[in-house]
């Protein structure tokens, strides 16, 4: 796959287009793009996911919104499939002034060469979201585009989306979050170097430094899963100020279970699937010890069952 930020001069032809900001890459997201890539294969033709960096909500009014996962981790996700080009485009207000006709020729006809072009039935486009299907199906006809519109996903009554999925992420309910992501929500980081503390507790942890933008669940201990150079392994990860030891800053910290290699500078993956309990403060360094027995226990109870 072909990551592209800086798309200047930038020119395909014979293309197959998928439309989206794709926060999550939701099951939702994945039919699109599977159904994008399919077709490409089937007709010979370049497969395209065509995004926007920042996010239109950041640009447009919702200064401070944060994502479920990161740029870096969206092309950690779009690897995974079969796709020819992964495209962010720089998005500012002049480019959300398009019309629906204006972004359609500009980009999807001159820029990729679209023969194709896949979307969510829900899908609109161009300046104040005044492209519709109806608008769309009118300029595919023109332009000679196939079009395949997918239907919306359900988890129950509730459509899959973002929006959704980031309520749950904050409510800590990542086994609804898991079924509709189709895998469970991440954090994808570089291991820093932290204040030690937890080796000095013989809990060593690894200190995590998530990117600005992305969506962190509330303070708490965390049963987790974290994957190091392709292996997974059982973890617990805590979320907060640590407030027994006055740190004062919020951190993320990862204690992996059977293991104690020093992995500063190597990029981890954490995964979350249940809060084990709130973040308090103890009354001594021996409690919070007790405390942090306990919360292995339970994590491997989860994990396990049965031990």
């Given at each position: 796959?072909?990551?592209?930020?800086?798309?200047?001069?930038?020119?395909?032809?014979?293309?197959?287009?998928c439309?989206g900001?794709?926060?999550?890459?939701?099951?939702?997201?994945?039919k699109l793009?599977?159904?994008?890539?399919?077709?490409a294969?089937?007709?010979n033709?370049k497969?395209v996911?065509?995004s926007?960096?920042?996010?239109p909500?950041a640009v447009?009014?919702?200064e401070?919104?944060?994502?479920?996962?990161?740029?870096k981790?969206k092309?950690y996700?779009?690897n995974k499939?079969?796709?020819?080009?992964?495209?962010?485009y720089?998005?500012?207000?002049?480019?959300a002034?398009l019309?629906?006709?204006?972004?359609f020729?500009?980009?999807?006809?001159?820029?990729l060469?679209?023969?194709?072009l896949?979307?969510?039935?829900g899908y609109k486009?161009?300046?104040?979201?005044?492209?519709?299907?109806?608008?769309?199906?009118?300029?595919?006809?023109?332009?000679?585009?196939?079009l395949?519109?997918?239907p919306n996903?359900y988890l129950?009554?509730?459509?899959?989306?973002?929006?959704?999925?980031?309520?749950?992420?904050l409510?800590s309910?990542?086994?609804?979050?898991?079924?509709?992501?189709?895998?469970?929500?991440f954090?994808?980081?570089?291991?820093?170097?932290g204040?030690q503390?937890g080796?000095r507790?013989?809990f060593?942890?690894?200190?995590?430094?998530?990117?600005?933008e992305?969506l962190?669940?509330?303070?708490?201990?965390?049963?987790t899963?974290?994957?190091i150079?392709?292996?997974l392994?059982?973890?617990?990860?805590?979320?907060?100020?640590?407030?027994t030891?006055?740190?004062?800053?919020?951190?993320?910290?990862?204690y992996?279970?059977?293991?104690?290699?020093?992995?500063?500078?190597?990029?981890?993956?954490v995964?979350?699937?249940?809060k084990?309990?709130?973040?308090?403060?103890?009354?001594?360094?021996?409690?919070?010890?007790?405390?942090i027995s306990?919360d292995?226990?339970?994590?491997?109870?989860?994990?396990f069952?049965?031990?």
């Amino acid at each position: 796959m072909i990551y592209i930020n800086d798309p200047e001069g930038f020119r395909l032809e014979n293309s197959v287009v998928c439309i989206g900001n794709f926060d999550g890459v939701h099951r939702g997201h994945i039919k699109l793009i599977e159904e994008t890539v399919s077709i490409a294969n089937s007709h010979n033709l370049k497969s395209v996911v065509f995004s926007f960096y920042p996010h239109p909500r950041a640009v447009l009014g919702q200064e401070g919104i944060k994502f479920i996962i990161t740029s870096k981790e969206k092309a950690y996700l779009l690897n995974k499939f079969e796709l020819g080009y992964f495209i962010e485009y720089p998005f500012e207000r002049g480019f959300a002034n398009l019309a629906p006709e204006q972004f359609f020729a500009r980009f999807l006809i001159d820029m990729l060469g679209c023969k194709a072009l896949v979307v969510g039935e829900g899908y609109k486009f161009g300046k104040d979201k005044s492209g519709d299907l109806n608008i769309l199906k009118k300029l595919v006809k023109e332009h000679n585009v196939f079009l395949s519109v997918q239907p919306n996903l359900y988890l129950g009554s509730e459509k899959i989306s973002s929006s959704e999925i980031r309520k749950w992420i904050l409510n800590s309910e990542f086994d609804k979050a898991e079924e509709a992501l189709g895998s469970p929500y991440f954090i994808k980081s570089e291991v820093v170097l932290g204040k030690q503390i937890g080796r000095r507790l013989n809990f060593p942890t690894a200190n995590l430094i998530a990117d600005g933008e992305k969506l962190i669940p509330g303070d708490g201990i965390y049963a987790t899963k974290t994957n190091i150079n392709g292996r997974l392994y059982t973890s617990v990860t805590n979320i907060g100020k640590n407030p027994t030891l006055n740190s004062g800053s919020r951190t993320i910290e990862t204690y992996v279970f059977d293991f104690d290699n020093i992995i500063y500078g190597k990029e981890i993956i954490v995964y979350f699937y249940k809060k084990v309990r709130e973040e308090i403060k103890f009354s001594s360094i021996g409690h919070l010890k007790k405390q942090i027995s306990n919360d292995v226990l339970e994590v491997k109870k989860f994990f396990f069952k049965g031990i």
